[in-house]
C-alpha cells in the first residue's frame, strides 16, 4: 500500500468513527505509530484532519454536503458553459451515463431534442429533466433515494448496473485532487459512481474551478481513472498543466 493509499485510508476510518488514536491507526494500517504520526500530520497541513492528544479527528468539512437546491445556484454559469461542452461530445445514438449532480443535471436539460441516444442515471434531477423525450431511451438505476442529492444508492443501484456498457460516462464529482482523486461525501454515491465508471469505455469529469484542490470523504476513483475533465477558465492552471502532463485531456471553457 503507498503513502497515498494509507492516508486514503486513515480518511476512510476517520469517516467512520469521527476519532481515532494514533495506535488504533497503527494497526488497522499495519505500519508503526511513528509512522502513522507523521502521516496525520501531513494530513493536518492539508487541513483534512485535527490532531489531539494521542489521536486525530476529521475535520468536519470533509462530510459537508449542500442541499441541492443550494448547489444549482453555485458557479452557475461555469456550469452552464462546462455542460455545453460535455452536450458537444455526445452525438445521437450514443449511449451515456450521468450520476447525480448539478453539472450533469445541466448536461441532461442540453440533450431533450436528441434522437436515438441511451441515457443511464442514478439521478432523479436527470429522470425529471428526460422523461418526456421521445428521441431518448432513459435507464433508470434503482436504489435508495438520497434526498440531499436527489441520488438513487444502494446495492439495487450498483446491480442495475452490472452488465451495462455506455460510450462515456460523464461524472459530476465534490473533489477533484490529484492526490486523493474524485471524491464525494457520501460512501454510498461513491460506491455507484464507481459501478458508472466501470460500465464505460471514456470517463469524463465536469468539475467546476472551485472542485479543484479539494478532498471529501469517499474517493470515487484515482485521477489515473479518468480520461478527460471539461472545467471552467478559473480552473488552477497549475493543476491543468499537470492533468495534461499525464496525458489527461483538459478541456477549459
Request: glycine share 8%; net charge neutral; charged share 25%.
Amino acid at each position: 500500500m503507498s503513502r497515498n493509499e494509507r492516508e486514503q485510508a486513515i480518511l476512510q476510518h476517520l469517516g467512520t468513527s469521527r476519532y481515532a488514536t494514533v495506535a488504533e491507526l497503527s494497526a488497522v494500517l499495519g505500519v508503526s505509530e511513528v509512522t502513522v504520526r507523521r502521516y496525520l500530520d501531513r494530513l493536518e497541513n492539508e487541513g483534512l484532519v485535527t490532531r489531539t492528544h494521542g489521536g486525530a479527528l476529521l475535520t468536519s468539512s470533509l462530510m459537508e454536503e449542500p442541499e441541492i437546491a443550494a448547489k444549482e445556484a453555485l458557479q452557475a454559469e461555469e456550469k452552464r458553459r462546462i455542460a455545453e461542452a460535455a452536450a458537444s461530445m455526445i452525438g445521437d445514438g450514443d449511449a451515456i451515463a450521468l450520476n447525480a449532480g448539478t453539472t450533469t443535471a445541466a448536461i441532461a436539460r442540453l440533450l431533450r431534442n436528441r434522437n436515438g441516444l441511451t441515457v443511464v442515471t442514478n439521478s432523479m434531477s436527470v429522470v425529471n429533466a428526460l422523461a418526456t423525450c421521445p428521441g431518448i431511451r432513459l435507464v433508470v438505476t434503482g436504489g435508495q433515494l438520497r434526498e440531499r442529492s436527489l441520488a438513487l444508492v444502494g446495492p439495487l443501484a450498483v446491480r442495475s448496473l452490472e452488465g451495462v456498457y455506455v460510450n462515456k460516462v460523464f461524472l459530476g464529482v465534490n473533489g477533484l485532487s490529484l492526490k486523493y482523486g474524485l471524491t464525494t461525501p457520501n460512501m454510498d454515491e461513491a460506491t455507484v459512481n464507481q459501478a458508472m465508471l466501470q460500465s464505460a469505455r471514456m470517463a469524463i469529469v465536469v468539475a467546476d474551478h472551485t472542485k479543484f484542490g479539494k478532498v471529501t470523504f469517499s474517493r470515487i476513483a484515482t485521477v489515473q481513472d479518468i480520461d478527460v475533465v471539461i472545467t471552467d477558465d478559473k480552473a488552477p492552471a497549475k493543476d491543468v498543466e499537470r492533468l495534461r502532463s499525464m496525458g489527461k485531456e483538459v478541456i477549459v471553457v
